[in-house]
């Protein structure tokens, strides 16, 4: 027979620990809030070419420190880099509609001053307006509110309802253990940024539905065995191998993808690392902890209820 590991003796420390986590989250959102990306709120996204000089390299910290009049703008090299032109993109905040342009005109004059009119070009603008970053908060919060509900209908249908709680609870879990990276880290938190949650989301359910079905299949296995921690704690040690092989293969990839890129894809890949440990980690502890706590209290409900029907059967009897 396979070893079986005490991962129960685990539950309450990992809750405990994963509350404050979480907590600190919550207190940086409140305190230091969520650094969104320009799509999330009013403001110009500018692309802009610049013909080098020979034998000089313009960088994107140049160009930011060339912004006389935009001390908050946001630069990054994009596209191609080539020895003679570089491309890069200029974001930032604006408080209305009616000054973008004079924004845009204020940008070019500093980049003029600084590179020569006749090296810059510029590519396009696009202006977001605030109805637009309102609406698409609204929708991001929407997406994820129902892909939750959808996968604990899927849960529920498949599993028992505590079960599917379980599942639930891990994957609230491993989206707010990245919010609290998003929101300690400043990473910027953008549409990439909810395809990590997403993709997370999918990852994790996937992981905690192997061990459900593990869990079920032992269940029935071992009719004659009362006690359910011991099935538990034999479920998550048959398929530890798997949960662990099936995240370190999968973070080949994600950090693979942290080394060697750059920009959001890299900001995609450092959510992503967290999000597979967090649900590697929610699958084995926080899901099973809250399955293994509502059959406690499901089991002192029974235990009451046999002890009150006791005590009225004696009183009935002794009248």
């Not at 020895?83 to 209305?96: A, D, L, M, N, Y």
């Not at 034999?234 to 999968?250: A, C, E, G, M, P």
């Not at 995609?268 to 706590?293: D, V």
Request: one cysteine or more; glycine letters at 6%; aromatic letters at 10%.
């Amino acid at each position: 027979m396979k070893k079986v590991i005490h991962f129960s003796r685990a539950f309450i420390p990992c809750a405990v620990c994963s509350t404050l986590i979480i907590l600190s989250g919550i207190f940086g959102i409140i305190f230091k809030g969520i650094n969104f990306g320009l799509e999330f709120k009013p403001g110009l996204i500018q692309q802009i070419s610049i013909d080098q000089p020979a034998g000089k390299n313009i960088s994107a910290d140049d160009v930011r420190d060339s912004l006389i009049s935009l001390r908050d703008a946001e630069v990054k090299e994009t596209g191609t880099e080539t020895s003679v032109r570089k491309t890069f993109q200029i974001r930032f905040g604006t408080s209305g509609t009616s000054n973008h342009e004079v924004q845009t005109d204020a940008v070019l004059h500093d980049l003029y001053n600084a590179f020569g009119k006749e090296n810059v070009q510029e590519i396009s603008t696009n202006y977001i307006g605030s109805q637009f970053s309102t609406t698409l908060v609204k929708n991001t919060i929407l997406l994820v509110t129902a892909t939750l509900v959808l996968i604990w209908l899927y849960a529920f249908i498949r599993f028992h309802w505590d079960y599917a709680f379980g599942a639930i609870i891990a994957l609230i879990h491993d989206s707010l253990i990245m919010m609290t990276f998003v929101v300690w880290t400043r990473m910027e938190f953008t549409t990439t940024t909810i395809a990590a949650i997403l993709t997370i989301i999918g990852y994790s359910i996937n992981a905690t539905v192997v061990i459900l079905d593990r869990l079920r299949e032992n269940v029935k296995k071992y009719p004659d065995e009362k006690n359910f921690i011991f099935l538990l704690n034999k479920s998550l040690s048959d398929t530890l191998s798997r949960s662990i092989i099936t995240t370190v293969t999968t973070m080949f990839a994600s950090v693979a993808l942290f080394v060697f890129t750059t920009g959001s894809i890299k900001d995609f890949a450092s959510a992503l690392n967290i999000g597979l440990l967090s649900g590697c980690y929610s699958s084995i502890f926080i899901s099973s902890g809250f399955i293994a706590l509502m059959n406690k209290v499901k089991n002192h409900g029974q235990i009451d209820r046999i002890k009150k029907e006791s005590f009225g059967f004696e009183t009935e009897v002794a009248e």
